[in-house]
Each structure stands twice: as C-alpha cells, then as structure tokens.
C-alpha cells in the first residue's frame, strides 16, 4: 500500500451539489493531514488542515479525519464550477525529525454548471 | 511577504544543457523543499533543506541534480547536463518549524528540455 493514496478521477459532480474527495493513508504517516488544491497550470495552494478525529469546517469545506479506518475526506457543498480543479492529499512523515509532506497523486474534479 | 519566489517563470533549453533554477523562500520559514512534479509521477519530493542543511536527497534523480542553500534566503536546483526526460513542473516550497505547519508553494519553473 503505497503511503497516501487517492482516485486520480476525473469526478463529476452537478453545480450546487457535494463532492466527496476521499484519500486514505497507511501507518507510514503521522497524524496531520492538509487538502491542497491546485488549478491548472497553478501552484498547489492550502485549502485545509486536520490532525483530530472529526471534522473541521470552513466555510464549503468540511474535512473529516477517521483514524481508525486511515481515511481522511473533503467535502465541498454548493459547488461551484470554480471548484474546478485537482485536489491533492498530503501527510507529515512519520517521525518528529520527518518534516517532508506525502503527497497523494490528487483527484481532479469537474464541477458541471 | 511576498511569497515563496521562484525564478525563471519557463525555461526552455537544448539537451546537455546546464540549467539553474532559483526560489527565494519566505522570510523566516526554516524549510526549503524542491518538488517536480509530471502528469505520469505526480508530486515529487526531490530535496528538502532545514535551517539551510539538506536532510533528505533520496528523491534526486540522478548525480546531474545538485541543490544547495547558501543562506536562508536562496536556494538553487542544477541539472547538468539537461535530458528531455527533465522536462517537468520544478516548484519549491518553504514552512515553518513543527509537524502541524503547512507549506507555501511558489510558482513553478516550467523547464522544457529539447
């Protein structure tokens, strides 16, 4: 199992509707986890952050952090096609001196109007 | 601040050519990471510096790439000789101190290698 892993996609989602992005992640990480996203031909930029079991809030987004089954979700509501882009799924290393960011290979989504 | 700056924006250059691509960091942010990232390999992590030391260049691929950080405030990747194999987005991203920090990327150098 490689250490984060995601669904490349593309996932489609109707505007005004949740999407689900889903990344999971094996023992070989720590316990904080950051959504980034990154639009075409863009750097990735932070969209958000978790490190305790439940959901954090901001605004749309709602990330949820499950660690006993090793999952970690965002959940964007009233999608807009602006939305429109791949989503990337880091983890800190796992040791106090690893401070380097697995990444996951992103999930695009396409928002329809 | 500014941001995490990098420079060139595009480069575009022959085979067995020597290219230098440059970032600043953010100001007081104690880690430097060099990324490259492909449509077929994603996001990879090629170096990454803290308070200006390389700690892990197991993502190098190969003896041609060379990074160094001669001060807080400037880091340099260098591929010699240059392969179209090389041809990739290279970003750099600084953070600070501690587990729970995010990391700031800058804009990327488009390298393309003919």
């Known amino acids: 199992q490689k250490e984060v892993e995601q669904n490349s996609g593309p996932l489609s989602v109707p505007e005004g509707a949740i999407a689900s992005l889903n990344c999971t992640y094996s023992?070989?990480?720590?316990?904080?986890f950051f959504w980034y996203r990154q639009y075409s031909g863009k750097s990735p930029e932070l969209i958000m952050s978790?490190?305790s079991n439940g959901d954090k809030e901001d605004g749309r987004f709602t990330a949820q952090l499950n660690k006993a089954s090793q999952y970690v979700s965002l959940l964007i509501r009233d999608s807009q096609p602006s939305d429109s882009a791949t989503y990337l799924c880091?983890?800190?290393?796992?040791?106090?001196?690893?401070?380097?960011?697995?990444w996951g290979a992103g999930t695009k989504l396409i928002i329809k109007p | 601040d500014a941001g995490v700056i990098q420079s060139p924006r595009h480069e575009v250059t022959e085979m067995g050519q020597e290219v230098t691509l440059r970032c600043k960091p953010i100001?007081?942010?104690?880690?430097l990471f060099w990324y490259r990232q492909t449509m077929m390999r994603g996001l990879e992590l090629l170096i990454y510096?803290?308070?200006?030391?390389?700690?892990?260049d197991s993502g190098m691929p190969e003896d041609r790439f060379s990074a160094k950080m001669p001060n807080a405030s400037f880091s340099t990747l260098k591929i010699q000789p240059s392969e179209p194999r090389d041809s990739a987005v290279y970003f750099c991203?600084?953070?600070?101190?501690?587990?729970?920090?995010?990391?700031?990327f800058g804009q990327g150098t488009r390298l393309t290698v003919v």
């Open positions: 991203a600084s953070s600070e101190t501690g587990g729970e920090t995010e990391a700031f």
């Open positions: 100001s007081g942010h104690d880690y």
């Open positions: 510096f803290n308070n200006n030391v390389p700690i892990d």
């Open positions: 023992d070989r990480v720590s316990q904080s």
């Open positions: 978790i490190y």
């Open positions: 880091a983890a800190r290393g796992v040791t106090d001196s690893n401070y380097q960011l697995i």
